[in-house]
Each structure stands twice: as structure tokens, then as C-alpha cells.
């Protein structure tokens, strides 16, 4: 694919050159910047609050918190406070190094200041998704043996604490709830808390948070990161988010999510910025409105979301001044280079496009404001870590061969363990030295990184290889189509056929010249063989409560398939 490459941008960047970073990058280095490299004492929550106090950022915002009720803001002095506090009635609730804390609730300075104050203590926090449900929530918890919850009166409906013996204390977040049995008030404990806490001293191996994530069949699996993850935090809010210290940064993914921890609490605390978080439900107005207000200058966002402000227009984006930003990212899914191409025209500012898991921990592969984007391309990989395109043998492919996306082993972030399942967590690791992804992707003569697909997304058609995400960049190109999902269909004659699920623009009815104009405009623009045989149109496609588009749902709607864990899709 020929994509018109957009330049490097200039400015006070983090990461200079690139190409001599790659090649001499040591991550001892890092350690340095962390007060335990000196005393021996370490602690993830320290380094991203307290350290800062002792500094000179004490009086500096640390957050700014607002939704339809509330809008406030902390100093990195009030977010070591309240921490402390919520350290110790934790603590208080008999919490121990190594505990699991759960975190359900939607988002909130409590929120914040309960994962903070779990991690000073040493336990492992783990974050829910406040759309949870019933089911998803009691696996998680019956999977980690959670010992203690924090959640909310509304979301309290859906814990069947009766049914989860080693749970043992529930906070609730609710001035006037009355304690009765486990049932602990958060709020009027937070408020008589002592602002000292004792932090517990952890080994860098130490658990630090567990993220469970769905999987294409069975439970959910429980990726578990250690305090060791700060090198990898800290580094590429420099080199990747590009943090400085005027910066004012906005990262919209939930703490339910890794990229709501990962980088909207760990990678900007740990170098000292200031974060916004807006709370409640997405509209293209609110998140215009947050950007101005907050003169944002760093934003970290989705592709869902850039398609979503896309479709709402230029119009409604015009009446905001979004002046303040300078560099914008995206993580999650294929950044499609017609959103890249948005991006340019509506902000005159490129979008960085990162890729990384949560089993990864932190980012890996990405576009750094020093290096060339290639629109469609998810980058390189950040200095100090080597990723390759492997066979299945663990042979690295050469350029421009698709294959899997595979990580050499050993990376700062890498998670330690899934939760409850060895067997799981070596699964990844079966080439030898190689961690492999799942993602195929090709790798191009100039190192740039192509997704492809999650490995069972490839489709096969009359003997083409074809990745998802091409035939779906492409039909979003359209001027109907708001969002594409594209999967392979078995077909006795072609192995496979191409048939694409598409929800449309507001002001596009669906009709059947529409239907051929747009697998003429795939023919057209991408190639015949890549054009969908079959298209159906929906009022919404089956996405993840991150943004993905669940193609192995619609997958197994169209086979009439069981679509397996569905704890993760929005409502
Ligand atoms: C951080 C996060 C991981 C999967 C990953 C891949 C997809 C993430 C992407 C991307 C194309 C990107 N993915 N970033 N695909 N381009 N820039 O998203 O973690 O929720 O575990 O998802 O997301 O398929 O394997 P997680």
C-alpha cells in the first residue's frame, strides 16, 4: 500500500533520533530517576506521588477531575494525602502485601486515590469495569480471591458478595451508607484517616496490578504486572506520550482497561504531569469542551473515538478553540490512515499511533514526534526492546512477509503471570526466547511495523491472504460509512469470502446501489479480491468497552457460533 508519509514534526522533544536510541539504549539508565536506585526503598505509588512532593511539583495539579456533578482539582501534595488515607483504612480492613484489591466503580477522585493508597501497601490491585456484570464480576473476584472491594451503592447490586467466602471487606463510596458487617463506609473512613502512612517497601518482582482480560473462549484470564513496570511507565511517557513539564495531559480510556492505568495513572504520575480525567459518557461536544477548557496539550485517545468525532462532523469541532494541543496518540485497534488524514486537516497535528497489550504492560511498538509516520503503520519499536515478524517456528520473516508479531523476551512491563493459569501464560512463550502476540503484521524494508489482523482474523480468499483491517480502512474512506467490520465467511468455492458489517453515517439510508457503490469503491481503491461479497448493514457494530470491534462476534453470529466471553462488550 503507497501512503504519502508525513515528516517528522519539530520541537522539544524527549526522543531525539531514534535510530542511535534503538541501537544503544540501556534501561539500567532508568533506574536512576527513581529514589530507590539511592535508598533500596521502592514502591510504584511513591515514585508517581510522593517523590514529586519532596520535589518541587508539590503545589503542581496532579488532577483534574470533573463530570456532570463535580469538578475539582489535587495537588501531587492532596493526592499523596488522600492516598495515605486510603493506604491506611485499607490497611485498617486488614489488607496485606501480596492482597487482592478490586476497584469497582466508574470513575472518580476516590477511584484514584483508592488505587494509589492499595498500591502503597503493597497490595494488587484490580481493576472492574463499572459495566460489569453479574457474572464478569463474580469470576474476577472468585478467580483472584479478592480479599476487599471498593465500589458503589448502584454497582453494589451486581457483587454476589454471598457467594465469595474470601472476600472479606466492602467499601462503599456513599457519605451516608451505615456500616453494617463487611460493609464499610469508604468516604467517612477516608475523612478520620490518619494522612501519614507507613508505605510497604516492595521488591521490583512484587505484584503490582491484575488485569483481566477476555479471551476468545472460556474465563477471562488475570495478566499480572509487577512494580518493575515503572521503567517502561516512565520511559515512554517520555519518549511516546512525550510529556513535559508544562504539559497538560488527557488520557480518555477507563482504569478498567490497561491503557486507563498504564497511561492514565503510572506513565504521566511517574514523570510528574498533570492529568486530566473527565468522567461519565462519551459525546463529541463534552470531549471538545474538556479539550478547551483544560487547555489540553497531550491527548491520548482510540481510533473509536477519532471515527465517532470524525462522524459528528467538522462543524461541531469548530466552535471550540483546540489550539492548545500539540501531540496526539491512539491505541487500541488499527488506526485507520483515513482518521490520520482527519487528524492532519481538522488539528494540523499528526496522530501517533501505539501498539501494546495488556499483556504487554506498556507500549512497544510505536510513532515517535522524531520519526517519519506512515499512515496505516503502527510505528517502531521503542528503544530497548526488539520486536520481529516470526513464523511459526520462530524463524524472523523478511520485510514485507506476514506473520506473527512476536516481542523478544524480557521487556521492563512484561506481565509475570496470568492469574490462577501457568499453562496460560506459557502459551505465549512457546518459541523459544519469543513472546507471540496473537497479531499478525508485517514488518516493511524500513522496519516500520503493519497490523494485519489478530491471527484468527486473516482471511483466506481464493488463496489471497487478506487482513481485516485493510478491506475495513478502506470502507470507512467511504462518505457513508461511519464504521466497518470485516470477517472471512467460509465458502466451499473460495475457502473464504469477504463479508463486511457496516454501520452507516447519520443521513445515509441503506439501499442496494449504495451496497455496490461501496464494494466498487474497495475494487476501486484496494484491489477486486479484497472487496466484500457480502455486506450487512447494522445500526452499531459489536465493540469491546475500549472500542474494539469484536469481529470474532460477528464471526459467530453470521456461523451461528457461541460467541464465547462477552464480558467485555458494551451494552
Ligand atoms: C493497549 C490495548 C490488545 C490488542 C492487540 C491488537 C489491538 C492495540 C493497536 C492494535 C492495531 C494498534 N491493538 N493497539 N491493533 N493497531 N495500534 O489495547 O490492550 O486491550 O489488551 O488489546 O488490541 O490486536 O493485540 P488490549
Known amino acids: 500500500m503507497k501512503v504519502?508519509?508525513?515528516?517528522?514534526?519539530?520541537?522539544?522533544?524527549?526522543?531525539?533520533?531514534?535510530?542511535?536510541?534503538?541501537?544503544?539504549?540501556?534501561?539500567?539508565?532508568?533506574?536512576?530517576?527513581?529514589?530507590?536506585?539511592?535508598?533500596?526503598?521502592?514502591?510504584?505509588?511513591?515514585?508517581?506521588?510522593?517523590?514529586?512532593?519532596?520535589?518541587?511539583?508539590?503545589?503542581?495539579?496532579?488532577?483534574?477531575?470533573?463530570?456532570?456533578?463535580?469538578?475539582?482539582?489535587?495537588?501531587?501534595?492532596?493526592?499523596?494525602?488522600?492516598?495515605?488515607?486510603?493506604?491506611?483504612?485499607?490497611?485498617?480492613?486488614?489488607?496485606?502485601?501480596?492482597?487482592?484489591?478490586?476497584?469497582?466503580?466508574?470513575?472518580?477522585?476516590?477511584?484514584?486515590?483508592?488505587?494509589?493508597?492499595?498500591?502503597?501497601?503493597?497490595?494488587?490491585?484490580?481493576?472492574?469495569?463499572?459495566?460489569?456484570?453479574?457474572?464478569?464480576?463474580?469470576?474476577?473476584?472468585?478467580?483472584?480471591?479478592?480479599?476487599?472491594?471498593?465500589?458503589?451503592?448502584?454497582?453494589?447490586?451486581?457483587?454476589?458478595?454471598?457467594?465469595?467466602p474470601n472476600l472479606e471487606s466492602v467499601f462503599i463510596i456513599d457519605e451516608s451508607y451505615e456500616e453494617n458487617g463487611p460493609y464499610l463506609n469508604f468516604l467517612t473512613r477516608l475523612n478520620g484517616a490518619n494522612e501519614d502512612l507507613d508505605i510497604e517497601w516492595v521488591d521490583r518482582e512484587d505484584g503490582l496490578i491484575l488485569h483481566y482480560t477476555s479471551g476468545s473462549t472460556g474465563k477471562p484470564k488475570g495478566v499480572l504486572h509487577v512494580h518493575n513496570a515503572m521503567l517502561q511507565h516512565y520511559q515512554t511517557a517520555k519518549w511516546v506520550l512525550d510529556l513535559q513539564e508544562d504539559d497538560i495531559y488527557w488520557c480518555t480510556a477507563d482504569p478498567g482497561w490497561v491503557t486507563g492505568t498504564s497511561y492514565g495513572i503510572f506513565g504521566p504520575w511517574l514523570v510528574g504531569a498533570t492529568n486530566v480525567i473527565r468522567g461519565g459518557r462519551f459525546s463529541p461536544q463534552d470531549w471538545y469542551e474538556t479539550l478547551e477548557r483544560y487547555k489540553v496539550t497531550v491527548w491520548y485517545s482510540a481510533p473509536t473515538a477519532f471515527r465517532m468525532l470524525m462522524s459528528a462532523g467538522d462543524e461541531v469541532l469548530k466552535k471550540y478553540d483546540l489550539s492548545s494541543l500539540r501531540h496526539l496518540l491512539s491505541v487500541g485497534e488499527p488506526l485507520n490512515p483515513e482518521v490520520v488524514r482527519w487528524g492532519m486537516k481538522v488539528f494540523d497535528l499528526r496522530i501517533h499511533d501505539t501498539w501494546w497489550m495488556t499483556e504487554t504492560g506498556a507500549q512497544i511498538i510505536c510513532n515517535y514526534p522524531c520519526m517519519e509516520i506512515r499512515p496505516g503503520s503502527m510505528g517502531k519499536p521503542i528503544p530497548g526492546v526488539k520486536a520481529a515478524i516470526i513464523d511459526d517456528q520462530g524463524n524472523e520473516l523478511p520485510p514485507n512477509r506476514m506473520g506473527n508479531l512476536a516481542i523478544q523476551k524480557g521487556w521492563p512491563s512484561m506481565m509475570r503471570t496470568v492469574w490462577n493459569n501457568e499453562e496460560k501464560y506459557k502459551s505465549y512463550f512457546e518459541i523459544e526466547g519469543w513472546y507471540v502476540s496473537g497479531d499478525s503484521a508485517y514488518m516493511d524494508e524500513d522496519g516500520y511495523f503493519w497490523f494485519q489482523g489478530r491471527i484468527d482474523d486473516v482471511i483466506m480468499t481464493a488463496g489471497e491472504r487478506v487482513g481485516p483491517f485493510e478491506v475495513e480502512s478502506k470502507l470507512v474512506e467511504h462518505p457513508a460509512v461511519a464504521e466497518a467490520g470485516v470477517i472471512g465467511k467460509p465458502d466451499p468455492v473460495r475457502g473464504e469470502i469477504i463479508k463486511a458489517f457496516i454501520a452507516l453515517r447519520d443521513g445515509y439510508e441503506v439501499s442496494d446501489e449504495l451496497q455496490e457503490d461501496i464494494r466498487n469503491f474497495v475494487k476501486k481503491g484496494l484491489a477486486a479480491h479484497a472487496a466484500p461479497r457480502e455486506i450487512e448493514f447494522r445500526d452499531k457494530l459489536p465493540k469491546t468497552r475500549s472500542g474494539k470491534i469484536m469481529r470474532r462476534v460477528l464471526k459467530a453470529w453470521e456461523l451461528d457460533l457461541p460467541t464465547g466471553d462477552l464480558s467485555t462488550m458494551e451494552d
Open 4 to 164: 504519502q508519509a508525513l515528516p517528522s514534526v519539530e520541537g522539544n522533544f524527549n526522543l531525539k533520533n531514534y535510530e542511535e536510541a534503538a541501537e544503544s539504549f540501556d534501561w539500567s539508565t532508568v533506574e536512576q530517576q527513581f529514589t530507590w536506585s539511592e535508598t533500596g526503598k521502592l514502591n510504584l505509588a511513591y515514585e508517581a506521588i510522593d517523590r514529586h512532593v519532596s520535589g518541587d511539583r508539590a503545589n503542581k495539579v496532579a488532577l483534574y477531575y470533573s463530570d456532570a456533578n463535580r469538578d475539582e482539582q489535587y495537588t501531587f501534595e492532596d493526592m499523596k494525602k488522600y492516598s495515605n488515607k486510603a493506604g491506611n483504612i485499607l490497611r485498617d480492613a486488614g489488607v496485606k502485601k501480596g492482597d487482592r484489591v478490586f476497584i469497582f466503580m466508574p470513575r472518580s477522585p476516590e477511584l484514584y486515590f483508592a488505587v494509589l493508597g492499595a498500591i502503597k501497601i503493597g497490595a494488587i490491585v484490580g481493576p472492574l469495569f463499572e459495566a460489569f456484570m453479574e457474572g464478569a464480576v463474580r469470576d474476577r473476584l472468585e478467580d483472584s480471591d479478592a480479599k476487599v472491594l471498593v465500589t458503589t451503592p448502584a454497582l453494589l447490586e451486581r457483587v454476589p458478595v454471598g457467594d465469595l
